[in-house]
Structure formats: C-alpha cells, structure tokens
C-alpha cells in the first residue's frame, strides 16, 4: 500500500480513524457528535518539527473532546518511539484534550513492532500503540455500508483485494463510489480496480456486467481485459490447430508415434509447431522433425 494513499483516505473521512479504534480496535473514545482534520504541526519546542500523517479533532458542541493521531507506518523506524510520545503529549497540550494515537501497518513483521509498548521514563506513562494491522481491516462487502463509509471500503479492497473476497468488495464499493464527487470517484475506482489479482478481475467482470466504469483507468482495464481474452482465445484455438495437423502428418508418415513424442508436442508453442511441421516433409525418420528417438 502507498503511504500519501493511505493517509488520504483518513483525511477524507476524519471519522475513520474514531471508528476503526472504536470498533476494530476495541479503544474506547469520549462520546462525540463529529469529526475534523486539523493542522498537523504538532512543533512545541523550536528547532523542533513534528509533524504527523493525520491530526483529528472529535467535537461535541464544537468543542474538542479528543484529538486523535493517525500515524502511516509501512517500514520499522526506531526514531517513532521517540517521537510518538512527542506526537500525542503535544497535541494534547495544543488542543486542551485527551489524545489518542492510530498506527496503521500493513505489513505483519511492522505491525508486530509498532505495537510494542514504549517506556518514557516516567513512571506509569507507558505508550502502548493501537496499531491496525493488514488482517484487522474490515472486509466490506455490503454495498449499503460501502455507501455509509467509502473510505472505509477502499481500505477494505487495498488490505484484501487479492484475496478471495476481493470481487466481492470490489462490487460492494464500485456503485456506491460513484455517488461521490467525479475526482474522488475515478480515483478511488482506480484504487479498488488495481488493488485485485487477475482471479478476481475476472470474477468481478462476471459479477457485476453492465457496470458502468467511470474512470480512465477502469475503461482502460475492461477494454484491454476483453482484448487480452479475445486473443488468447484466437491464439489456444491456432495452437490446437496446429498441433493437430502436425500429429496427423507424423503418424501418416511413420505410424503410431512414441508417448515422449506426442507429450512433446502437446506441450509446445507455435513457433516449434511450425518449425516441424516444415521438417515433415522432407525428414526421413521422427527424430529428423523432433530429435527424439523414433
């Protein structure tokens, strides 16, 4: 996954990172009526600059209730135990607040280390990251959720895409992304669409026909899908064709024709087909066209 991605998503749904921690997660946050991004500079002491991924304000009344960190962590970097402290003391001195800390992590191993606890020092302070791993991502296949929280179904196709469930959210979340503005529409089509292995393209084509794809990418995948079809198809029926012909003229010539021999054939492209098949002719014996014994 790509980090400015990711960090898209959660700018463009301040609520995502309050309802992950929430309901994947199991943090408990303060009751809220809303949810904004606010400035990520979290620099207390110059010459200094922190400076987080995402910085979430929940409101009740207007009012901050919580501040929250979102954190893109796609590599270990021992300088964030260090500066996570950093990040969630000085937004919670910035805003008058509570503040909460999100680490996502795709990848296992860097999960793995981003959830260890981080000793500070002070006794009873103790940072224990709430850290969003690859397999802890919801797996949206409701197209009615996927309408309620777009984000939130993107991130389900970048996390499982290539997985067995991937037509199925692909189908939940492409009509519910078009009633979003047509930037964010295209482009997170393209997101869904490129986050799938080749299976569940193909699943998700049987699926979901009549679909309108809406962005260039989409257009662009459907269009080569079906061409790359289309000539594989005429390109396995040559191929039988050839080899076919090529059986038929070798045990007219010399008679049933050794197991190694067809099992050869069979298994060969068309440039050797062809390439035999003009040895046919004018070869005395089967090892002349396929240098195996006859």
């Given at each position: 996954?790509?980090?400015?991605?990711?960090?898209?998503?959660?700018?463009?749904?301040?609520?995502?990172?309050?309802?992950?921690?929430?309901?994947?997660l199991g943090v408990p946050l303060p009751p809220h009526s809303g949810a904004r991004t606010t400035s990520i500079?979290?620099?207390?002491?110059?010459?200094?600059?922190?400076?987080?991924?995402?910085?979430?304000?929940?409101?009740?009344?207007?009012?901050?209730?919580?501040?929250?960190?979102?954190?893109?962590?796609?590599?270990?970097?021992?300088?964030?135990?260090?500066?996570?402290?950093?990040?969630?003391?000085?937004?919670?001195?910035?805003?008058?607040?509570?503040?909460?800390?999100?680490?996502?992590?795709?990848?296992?191993?860097?999960?793995?280390?981003?959830?260890?606890?981080?000793?500070?020092?002070?006794?009873?302070?103790?940072?224990?990251?709430?850290?969003?791993?690859?397999?802890?991502?919801?797996?949206?296949?409701?197209?009615?959720?996927?309408?309620?929280?777009?984000?939130?179904?993107?991130?389900?196709?970048?996390?499982?895409?290539?997985?067995?469930?991937?037509?199925?959210?692909?189908?939940?979340?492409?009509?519910?992304?078009?009633?979003?503005?047509?930037?964010?529409?295209?482009?997170?089509?393209?997101?869904?669409?490129?986050?799938?292995?080749?299976?569940?393209?193909?699943?998700?084509?049987?699926?979901?026909?009549?679909?309108?794809?809406?962005?260039?990418?989409?257009?662009?995948?459907?269009?080569?899908?079906?061409?790359?079809?289309?000539?594989?198809?005429?390109?396995?029926?040559?191929?039988?064709?050839?080899?076919?012909?090529?059986?038929?003229?070798?045990?007219?010539?010399?008679?049933?024709?050794?197991?190694?021999?067809?099992?050869?054939?069979?298994?060969?492209?068309?440039?050797?087909?062809?390439?035999?098949?003009?040895?046919?002719?004018?070869?005395?014996?089967?090892?002349?066209?396929?240098?195996v014994p006859s």
């Amino acid at each position: 996954m790509d980090h400015e991605i990711l960090v898209d998503l959660f700018k463009n749904r301040p609520s995502l990172a309050a309802e992950l921690l929430v309901e994947v997660l199991g943090v408990p946050l303060p009751p809220h009526s809303g949810a904004r991004t606010t400035s990520i500079d979290l620099t207390q002491i110059q010459p200094a600059e922190y400076r987080a991924d995402v910085v979430v304000l929940l409101l009740g009344d207007e009012l901050p209730v919580s501040v929250l960190i979102v954190e893109v962590q796609l590599a270990i970097d021992p300088r964030k135990h260090f500066t996570w402290p950093e990040y969630t003391m000085g937004a919670r001195a910035i805003h008058r607040c509570p503040a909460g800390l999100l680490v996502v992590a795709p990848d296992p191993d860097v999960a793995a280390w981003c959830a260890q606890p981080i000793e500070t020092g002070i006794p009873g302070f103790v940072l224990r990251p709430p850290v969003l791993g690859h397999e802890a991502v919801p797996i949206v296949t409701d197209t009615a959720e996927a309408a309620r929280r777009p984000e939130l179904g993107v991130l389900s196709a970048l996390a499982h895409g290539a997985g067995e469930q991937g037509a199925n959210i692909a189908a939940a979340v492409l009509p519910a992304i078009r009633e979003l503005d047509e930037d964010r529409a295209r482009f997170y089509g393209d997101l869904v669409l490129n986050s799938l292995d080749d299976t569940a393209r193909r699943a998700l084509e049987a699926m979901v026909k009549g679909y309108e794809y809406q962005s260039d990418f989409a257009k662009k995948y459907v269009a080569q899908g079906r061409d790359q079809g289309r000539q594989e198809g005429r390109r396995e029926g040559r191929l039988e064709g050839e080899r076919a012909v090529l059986l038929r003229q070798l045990r007219a010539r010399f008679g049933e024709l050794p197991e190694a021999a067809v099992v050869r054939i069979e298994a060969a492209e068309i440039a050797a087909l062809e390439q035999w098949a003009e040895r046919v002719l004018s070869a005395t014996t089967l090892a002349d066209v396929l240098d195996v014994p006859s």
